[in-house]
């Protein structure tokens, strides 16, 4: 698929996307942030270049909890950048936090922010025949596990805003039919208006890089290519762990080799205090990417993650229904019903179950991890 696809204007103005009781689903706020290392640092010594990648990585792994936070590398694909932090958050404020916190660390000091792109996620007015829920999915930003990553930002020009929208979804059927020839290419659009310099962020996923470049080139070709204004410059990210993604960067490695006769140990994420976090309670937090519903039923813990199956509703604010069977989560928005336990789909539309988590109370510390 293409940039333009997911334009929003006034002819549908909706912030929001009903759960079916009346109570909104709110967009994301997503920020990618481009950072290039000063030289410098590399004269430091082994030992210092160690310790401040440790700390950087340590002060980033605070804000898990409050955002969803993808690192990769441009090493060896740009040479105004060197590292990507993708983050997506339910307010402004935590990219706020993050990025003063950066700052104040030693290697923090050596990294300029040399591009920063602010957008949030909205609903297409644009008909998608083939997956009418599809631009309801695009009020959720869900990473995939997919290797590369390619970043640009976009802006028509102001004819295209001059033509009508029966024009205008003319060109956007072409454009959707080229998209779904690379069905290995994820697209994910973001908006800036009135955030950010540019109209549109866009972000690839793919395993393959020559299919990005192959959907590219085949856009070209199409007419509503005609009103683009800009769609550079093009970041080519590489998907890596955040201490990977620094000792890309030079210096003594501090990430911990895996291997494979190793088995791998589960990755905990604190939640907060179980005395905070009552019988019928329930919260979203990020754990290893993933966005994770966390629910308090009569004193059993359960952790799933947090979008359907199906459109990715937002199961943290679904029904909570106990049985003698079964406890289960209807999804608000086209009510998939799901095992809390297992994740199963236990009535509805959806046709895959969803990822359970761990749960562990340590003193009094909720921690969710990898089941």
Same mark, same amino acid.
Request: charged letters at 25%.
């Given at each position: 698929?293409? !940039?333009?696809?997911?334009? =929003? ?5 909706? $912030? ?8 909104? $689903? ?56 060197? *590292? ?8 402004? +404020? ?9 700052? $104040? ?10 591009? &920063? ?9 644009? +008909? ?13 930003? !869900? ?54 310099? =540019? ?18 080139? +085949? *856009? ?21 762990? *955040?201490?990977?993604?620094?000792? %890309? ?5 501090? %990430?911990?080799?895996?291997? =494979? ?5 589960? !990755? ?22 993933? =966005? ?11 952790? *799933?993650?947090?979008?359907? &199956? ?12 106990? &049985? ?16 809390? %336990? $297992? ?7 959806? !046709? ?20």
């Amino acid at each position: 698929m293409s !940039s333009f696809l997911g334009e =929003q204007t006034k002819q549908r103005p909706q $912030t929001t996307v009903p759960n079916g009781k009346g109570k909104p $689903t709110k967009r994301q706020y997503v920020r990618f942030a481009f950072y290039k290392l000063d030289p410098e640092w590399r004269r430091l010594s082994p030992e210092e270049q160690a310790s401040q990648k440790q700390e950087l990585v340590e002060t980033i792994e605070t804000f898990n909890r409050r955002m969803l936070l993808r690192p990769y590398t441009l090493m060896g694909t740009r040479s105004d950048v060197e *590292l990507l932090l993708w983050q997506i958050a339910e307010s402004i +404020e935590p990219f706020q936090e993050l990025a003063a916190a950066l700052v $104040t660390t030693r290697m923090g000091s050596y990294l300029t922010l040399v591009v &920063s792109y602010l957008s949030q996620t909205k609903r297409s007015i644009y +008909e998608i025949r083939d997956n009418p829920n599809e631009d309801v999915e695009r009020l959720i930003i !869900s990473p995939s596990e997919a290797k590369y990553l390619f970043v640009y930002p976009f802006v028509k020009t102001r004819s295209w805003y001059q033509m009508s929208l029966e024009q205008r979804q003319a060109m956007m059927d072409e454009h959707i039919r080229v998209g779904r020839k690379y069905p290995a290419v994820k697209l994910n659009t973001t908006y800036s208006f009135g955030l950010d310099d =540019q109209e549109f962020v866009v972000a690839f996923e793919t395993d393959e890089p020559s299919d990005f470049l192959d959907l590219v080139q +085949e *856009l070209r070709e199409t007419e509503a290519s005609v009103y683009t204004l800009r769609d550079t410059p093009l970041y080519s990210g590489l998907r890596a762990g *955040l201490a990977e993604s620094l000792d %890309a960067l030079g210096g003594p490695k501090i %990430a911990k080799p895996v291997s =494979q006769d190793v088995q791998i140990q589960p !990755s905990w994420t604190e939640v907060g205090s179980i005395a905070d976090f009552g019988d019928g309670a329930r919260k979203v937090i990020y754990h290893n990417g993933q =966005q994770v519903a966390l629910f308090n039923v009569g004193g059993r813990l359960y952790a *799933l993650n947090n979008r359907c &199956s199906h459109a990715r509703g937002p199961l943290s604010e679904g029904e909570v229904q106990v &049985s003698p069977e079964t406890c289960s989560v209807t999804c608000p928005w086209h009510y998939a019903k799901y095992d809390l %336990a $297992t994740g199963e789909v236990v009535d509805g539309i959806a !046709s895959a179950p969803v990822a359970t988590y761990s749960v562990d109370v340590r003193d009094g510390v909720i921690f969710v991890g990898n089941a």
